[in-house]
């Protein structure tokens, strides 16, 4: 299960994460720049209110010490979706990783990618075998 002091970010969360983890520590206009190339409706002040919330929850840090607030990622992209995945296996697939790859595999996995995976079981095993 995932770690019960990660904050779980809501979907509009998790949105401006990404952001946050491609730009960088940001201010809120920078936030909001780079959403509305997505989000072409979406106010500033919408953003502004979502990063303090976002920041109250530990999602996010802000540097006060300029006028422009900054804000960054209080977690590292690859911790947060672990600890989301994990949570995920365990609610919505009785623990099992398998059941998730299976689902992910049966519709969520363009034939490219499904090559890409093979790949990588193919490298894992041959790396496996000479660790042997």
Do not use: C
Not at 34 to 41: F, H, I, K
Not at 54 to 74: P, V
Not at 83 to 109: E, P, R, T, W, Y
């Amino acid at each position: 299960m995932a770690n019960p002091g990660t904050p779980k970010p809501t979907p509009a969360e998790l949105d401006l994460l990404r952001v946050i983890w491609r730009l960088g520590p940001s201010t809120v206009k920078e936030a909001h720049q780079a959403r509305q190339a997505e989000r072409p409706d979406l106010a500033y002040a919408t953003v502004l209110r979502l990063m303090q919330v976002m920041h109250g929850k530990g999602l996010l840090t802000r540097d006060e010490s300029q006028r422009s607030h900054i804000y960054a990622a209080a977690h590292a992209q690859d911790a947060l979706q672990t600890n989301l995945l994990k949570d995920l296996i365990h609610k919505a697939f009785a623990g099992s990783g398998k059941d998730l790859v299976l689902a992910a595999l049966d519709q969520h996995v363009t034939d490219r990618e499904r090559d890409e995976i093979r790949r990588l079981l193919q490298d894992t095993e041959s790396n496996e075998a000479r660790d042997d």
